[in-house]
């Protein structure tokens, strides 16, 4: 075996026993169909999926349906779906294969495999993590946008005819799945968003209600009984896989991994127990089942998830690169201590204690093995801040609380909007992305009147209330010339 040799099911046996994956991927069947095939599934729903099979004996394989990438799925493909991850800890690492992905799919070329994935009995669990932007959720409703142009062609599309959207797409198998008399199913959403059964379940339902289908309505009457959308909230760091990464996982296994993905040594998953169908016994390794998730999911968003993305634009401002470094800063500890201390009022009784919670953090954050850009996290904000900042400020303010962290935070932001979307200054390389970069960077005109500037890109977020609140708008405005100059005041 040498280096030039690719993880596969033929080279799996001569890999160390300690490398190989908890399960014979060759006994699994297709039980479970995932949308979505980046790292985070493969480092989280992917691992408790085998460790569920493995422990107790029964069968879930995983289908992995990627919306977009095709070449992702052509690499999985040349793997027979085997990939490695690899735990990165303060004092070393530790990798081992994963074999609990059977088979990967290309949503749209792949179409007619997709279709029978729903009408098959023995699918009862379909997760997704398609992050926030795959949801199409208009910012003032929380509704379906039918009017983004992808939804909107896939309400046209004919029918049988090609979907793009992640969202069409579920309510078209679903409804199939429905007039063929199959099974119960659960709809599992892994993303990062506050209540995501419900946000998932009314996308879909609205998808139903737009579209041309002669029977919708019974479809959607059907769907209560038939489509359980159990809330869920995932939690481990997963930094986008670089070179560095590729090659280490090739030195540990001694044969080539494509497909290689990093996490930290924690996971987490809590799901609501309301599922209607048969689904991989998760709990057997660690996943708790609780009656309403909401307590878990707020904290993990507003303290986890609202400081990294907090560190990410005050860090990147400061001209910093990952969050580690942000937390070697003489800012970075400090900040993510008075951002839990601040937003911690918000959360719902019943959670973990947030001081602990926030000492958590600061380990997690700091491990020096783990290399998570703040480009990865400071992404797609525009959809992000609105579920991890504020409807904690919303709360905070409504009972007349002073925000100045979340304040900072925000400033943050909006300097980082001119800088990735000015036409006089565009962005670089390593400048973040947001689907509404053009739009946010609008705001910006004229140049030269920051506090217009803040309004109207509060209002761009669906956050009119927030735009009106003239002590807030004065209080980010005010911050911006000193984050102007790389200064991170706190
Ligand atoms: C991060 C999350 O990229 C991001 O926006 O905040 O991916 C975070 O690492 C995970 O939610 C941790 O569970």
Redesign the pocket.
Known sequence: MSADDLLNRETLPRLAPGLRPAVDPAELRTRVVHFGLGA?HRA?QAVYTEHAAARSGEPWGIIAVAPRSAGTVHALRNQDCLYSLTERRPDGHRTRVVGSVVGALAMGPDAKAVDALFADPEVTVVTLTVTEKGYHRSPATGGLDTTAAPVAADLTAAPGGPLTTVVGRLAAGLAARIRAGAPPVNIVSCD?MADNGAALARVVHDFVRASAWPDRAEILDRMAGAVAFPATV??????ATGEADRAAAVAALGVRDALAVTSEPY??WVLEDSFIAPRPPWELDGALFVPDVAPYQLT?LRL??GS??AL?HLGTAAGLTTIAETMAADWGERLVRALCAEVSPTLPAGGPDPVAYADALVVRFRNPAMH?LLR?????ASL?ITE?WLPALRELRARGTSTPVLELALAAWAHGTRRAGAPDASPGPDAPSDPAADALASCWRPAGRPLGTVRALLRLLGAMDLAEDDALTTAVADRLPALDAGRVEI
């Open positions: 985070f989280h990062n995932v939690d481990r760091i997963v930094p996971r987490q993990k986890l998830n990294h993305s990410a998570h990865q996290i400071g992404s797609d992000k991890r």
